[in-house]
């Protein structure tokens, strides 16, 4: 009963310190984050305790709720945005499906190439978008009214870049051209209109772009619209792959990164071996070995004993641990262990492992 | 099974000692001819927080908003466990009895920020930072003067520091840890001198400016029973605990604990109320090295004291 009891209370203290690191990592308020950390530290020392390492559990507790604390007031009394409230309207327009749902301002589909050739920015820009003032991810072929909020849909090459295309045609670095009145007049159409865009707020971040004006980066980063003079105009100048690399510069997770989906996988399977391999719990509760055994024998038997049915457990031993010969088994750790010393335990555990394994 | 009735032993003792707790800060507010007064006003006080409104402020962040009370009620009545009512009356014993004390007194700081935080005011903002910000001040005090006692009796439990004061109380050649601890004591629950993130003057009650009904009965309760769970501790540390010639322990213990309130809570009141920076200061240029030194002092009178460092 208790050793049930034990067992339960092990894997819930497990869960809450592995779920609240978990919300440590997706939360978006500083606040919550630590909290979250130190609910999961907190658990952890559950852990100890139920170990038996209480004074490790109490330094523990002390250490890290303390420490918590100061680092969260530091951080809540310096940092621009607290309780995450920006970051949380960025969440909010996230796509949360597939992995994508664990990186902010990730630009969606595929990057770009390196250089866009001319051809494909003269298709693009004969193909003129139309779209809303109040939410830029509309875009149609033809004027008419926002099928979200009915206002009436603007061009999103206006006049003046348009002109401004045919003059300097085949250039792709408009910001080159700053001392020409009539960019500089172009780029601050654009600075307006982002503007506009900011107002509706949420997907939006601010920072200083060059040296001419403030933009708005990640105005169209859902959309990542190749339409060629538009775009380069409220991408500050850049090239869409640059544009696109900024993006996953700064995006809060790398998770959407290929390499780091493949980190992410190992690191996890790591883990789930060495807890899988792991003598868990260090004092293990009863009922997995009965009549004097002191060595979980890895079969969840809850009817037979290990010990006095040392055939059947030997069996269920080595098939636990694959193709290893009977040989190497000879000495079952259950036979050696009531007998010995007690610092001997550990090592003959240990050498036992390396044996086998 | 006989662990929970244990636990909800140990909690009823605790909300018996916080309503008595309550009347005598009462008794001390009126004056000592209000004894039926006294005796009525916590009831009373607990029967109209429970008739009121249920509010929650809007923009509160609801799950911290109403886990704060009860955060700091289970605390307490973990701190509680480790009390000593008697030769064979405390909760659980551990050998580390005391550090179980002092760590969880931290967790109780992390229910008052978390209902300065949530609520979405500027009173408990200010009352969360004032709140962080003394943890650390009031946690080392506290610490340093609980190691007297610890040095004296050669034990971090509760029991065995009770029982090395059959003798003579750690309170005769400790009294410099002794007021440390109680000023400490008075810091770590905001009291009168030490209100400052509590204030109800500046800061509309600071954490709890926005509590109302059970929840803030809930913070009344708890603010009262670490209070008392304090000055029991300063008892088992300093005053014999349990230990008297012909009362039975527990009354015994009562007696020294409710004795050791008043005393402390009537000289409060005798002590100016400081400020933020005033009590920062006292905190680490006057308590800090003055523990250091009980400490030395301590260190050196075992040696000497019969019975001291057995």
Not at chain 1, 250 to 278: E, K, N, R
């Amino acid at each position: 009963m208790t050793g049930i009891l034990e067992w339960i209370i092990f894997l819930a203290l497990s869960l809450i310190a592995v779920i609240t690191a978990a919300g440590m990592l997706l939360t978006m308020s500083m606040y919550r984050a630590g909290l979250a950390l130190m609910a999961s530290f907190v658990a952890l020392a559950g852990l100890f305790i139920l170990l038996g390492a209480d004074l490790l559990a109490a330094i523990q507790i002390m250490m890290n709720v303390g420490g918590m604390l100061v680092m969260v007031l530091f951080m809540v009394m310096i940092m621009m945005d607290p309780g995450g409230e920006m970051m949380w309207s960025m969440k909010r327009n996230m796509h949360i499906r597939g992995l994508a749902a664990f990186s902010m301002s990730m630009p969606r589909g595929k990057p770009p190439a390196e250089e866009p050739s001319q051809e494909n920015e003269q298709h693009a820009a004969q193909t003129a978008d139309w779209t809303c003032p109040m939410h830029p991810e509309v875009s149609q072929p033809d004027p008419g009214k926002c099928p979200k909020c009915g206002m009436a849909l603007i061009s999103e090459q206006d006049p003046a870049s348009a002109g401004q295309s045919d003059s300097h045609e085949g250039l792709s670095m408009p910001m080159h051209q700053q001392s020409d009145e009539q960019d500089f007049h172009t780029m601050h159409s654009g600075h307006e209109l982002n503007t506009s865009h900011m107002s509706d707020g949420d997907r939006q971040m601010n920072m200083s772009g060059h040296d001419v004006n403030t933009s708005n980066m990640s105005s169209s980063d859902h959309q990542m619209q190749m339409s060629g003079h538009g775009m380069t105009m409220s991408n500050m100048g850049m090239t869409p792959r640059q544009y696109y690399d900024m993006m996953v510069r700064m995006a809060m997770s790398t998770t959407q990164l290929p390499w780091a989906i493949v980190l992410g996988m190992i690191s996890a399977l790591l883990l789930i071996v060495l807890v899988i391999l792991t003598p868990w719990p260090l004092n293990p509760p009863r009922f997995l070995f009965r009549g004097g055994c002191r060595m979980p024998c890895w079969v969840p038997h809850l009817s037979q004993p290990c010990c006095t049915r040392r055939q059947w457990s030997r069996r269920a031993f080595s098939w636990w641990q694959g193709s290893i010969r009977s040989s190497r088994l000879s000495v079952h750790p259950c036979k050696s262990w009531p007998g010995q010393a007690r610092s001997h335990r550990c090592w003959e555990v240990l050498r036992h492992w390396l044996r086998a394994t | 099974m006989n662990t929970i009735v244990l636990a909800l032993l140990v909690l009823v003792c605790l909300l018996v000692g916080a309503y008595g707790m309550a009347v005598l800060q009462q008794l001390i507010l009126l004056g000592p001819r209000h004894v039926g007064v006294a005796l009525q006003w916590p009831i009373a006080n607990a029967l109209l927080l429970l008739r009121q409104e249920d509010l929650m402020p809007r923009g509160a962040d609801g799950f911290l908003f109403r886990s704060a009370p009860f955060i700091a009620l289970v605390v307490v009545s973990l701190t509680a466990l480790v009390i000593p009512l008697g030769p064979h009356l405390i909760g659980f014993d551990p050998s580390i009895g005391l550090f179980y004390f002092v760590v969880l007194l931290s967790p109780f700081v992390v229910s008052l920020m978390n209902a300065g935080w949530s609520q979405n005011s500027k009173e408990g903002l200010f009352s969360t930072f004032r709140a962080a910000a003394y943890l650390v001040s009031y946690e080392v005090p506290i610490g340093f003067a609980a190691i007297g006692p610890v040095m004296a009796a050669q034990s971090l439990s509760t029991q065995r520091i009770v029982e090395t004061q059959a003798g003579l109380w750690y309170v005769v050649w400790q009294p410099l840890g002794l007021v440390i601890y109680l000023l400490a004591a008075l810091f770590v629950t905001f009291r009168h001198p030490f209100d400052s993130a509590l204030a109800g003057d500046e800061l509309e009650g600071g954490v709890f400016a926005e509590y109302a009904g059970p929840r803030l009965l809930l913070f009344k309760i708890a603010l009262d029973a670490i209070f008392l769970i304090l000055m029991s501790m300063g008892v088992v540390l300093f005053f014999g605990g349990w230990q008297g010639p012909w009362l039975p322990a527990p009354v015994w213990f009562v007696l020294k604990t409710f004795l050791l309130a008043a005393i402390v809570l009537l000289a409060a009141g005798f002590l100016p109320r400081l400020r933020h920076d005033q009590i920062l200061s006292l905190s680490w240029k006057i308590l800090l090295p003055a523990s250091l030194l009980n400490i030395t002092l301590v260190g050196i009178l075992t040696l000497f004291i019969p019975g001291g460092g057995r």
